[in-house]
């Protein structure tokens, strides 16, 4: 008969003077496959969660616990684009061979159709092969840090290590409607590590765009308060071409006071600074080469907007 129990239903079979104890559904049901099918083997673990398990032994505990997993995809868009019209055109000649085959016109053509197509797909799969990247490479993405797995190494990085970060953000238009919209955007970004080395990351990885804002994030938080704290004590810090400190900012040749600083923008992927009385920018540079720019730009702005009170008092 069928009872319900505090675990869910249960099946109980009664016998004459005494009852068998109750068996959970989940539990008859798994009994029962495997009575058809024989015991379960545990499938081999994909590659995925292969490399889950070395960032986990690699980290020891030390960053906190997992939080996101970003792989590698087989190929990018571009990639594709590349490869998907070979291919399409391997399979029209193919197409074109069988009718040809009952066309009286066409039945000599047919033997060229044929060889074209399969020497146009053999072309299309090596392609196809040649555009896939050739390690399998992942970054498990933890509370205080991220671990970098490929095949011949991993690199465990704390996010209190990171001494730089570059990032490079493309945004690609679509020039034929009347209103310029984004087709795409390209992202790319270079860790570098106080003890790990250097780790680039580039939109193959999947959700790129969520992870580059993790990183960002999570370096900016860290690092600003101590560059905000050597600059109220009267240091210069360096940010690749520039430098930043409480009276100015310099480009490597001369330095602009905070006073004189009219505007400071970014537009179109560079950091544009213009000097009071000149048109032009006094200084640009592509955002990509200056490292940790969100700190760069945060103090910058910060001040930028000191100098012009002081001045404008």
Same mark, same amino acid.
Request: proline share 5%; net charge positive.
């Given at each position: ?74 190929? *990018? ?9 070979? /291919? !399409?055109? @391997?399979?029209? =000649?193919?197409?074109?061979? &069988? +009718? ?9 053509? *047919? ?9 146009? /797909? !053999?072309? @299309?799969?090596? =392609?196809?092969?040649?555009? &896939? +990247? ?180």
């Amino acid at each position: 008969m069928i009872s319900s129990s505090p675990s869910g239903v249960s099946l109980t079979h009664e016998r004459r003077g005494r009852a068998r104890p109750a068996l959970p559904l989940a539990s008859l049901i798994e009994r029962y496959d495997s009575a058809v099918t024989g015991p379960k083997t545990a499938s081999p673990p994909t590659w995925q969660q292969q490399a889950v398990d070395a960032a986990l032994t690699a980290a020891a505990g030390r960053l906190g616990t997992a939080q996101d997993q970003h792989w590698k995809t087989l190929h *990018t868009q571009a990639a594709l684009l590349f490869v998907v019209p070979i /291919l !399409a055109i @391997g399979l029209t =000649a193919l197409c074109c061979a &069988a +009718p040809a085959v009952y066309l009286s016109e066409a039945r000599e053509a *047919t033997p060229y159709f044929a060889s074209g197509g399969l020497l146009v /797909l !053999a072309v @299309g799969y090596w =392609a196809y092969r040649a555009t &896939a +990247p050739k390690r399998r490479v992942g970054v498990v993405v933890f509370q205080h840090g991220l671990v970098h797995v490929d095949a011949h190494q991993t690199r465990v990085i704390p996010w209190s290590e990171v001494a730089r970060v570059w990032q490079r953000i493309t945004k690609y238009y679509d020039q034929s409607l009347q209103e310029s919209k984004t087709k795409r955007t390209k992202y790319e970004v270079t860790l570098e590590s106080v003890t790990a080395g250097s780790v680039h990351i580039n939109d193959q990885f999947t959700d790129i765009a969520g992870l580059t804002n993790r990183i960002v994030a999570e370096v900016t938080q860290r690092q600003l308060p101590e560059a905000v704290r050597l600059i109220q004590q009267g240091q210069t810090l360096r940010f690749g071409p520039f430098g930043i400190g409480p009276h100015g900012i310099d480009n490597g040749q001369e330095t602009l006071p905070w006073s004189q600083v009219r505007d400071l923008k970014v537009l179109d992927g560079e950091l544009r600074v213009k000097k009071d009385g000149r048109w032009r920018p006094w200084s640009r540079q592509n955002v990509g080469g200056i490292p940790n720019f969100f700190v760069f730009f945060a103090i910058a702005k910060k001040l930028e907007s000191s100098g012009r009170t002081s001045t404008e008092t």
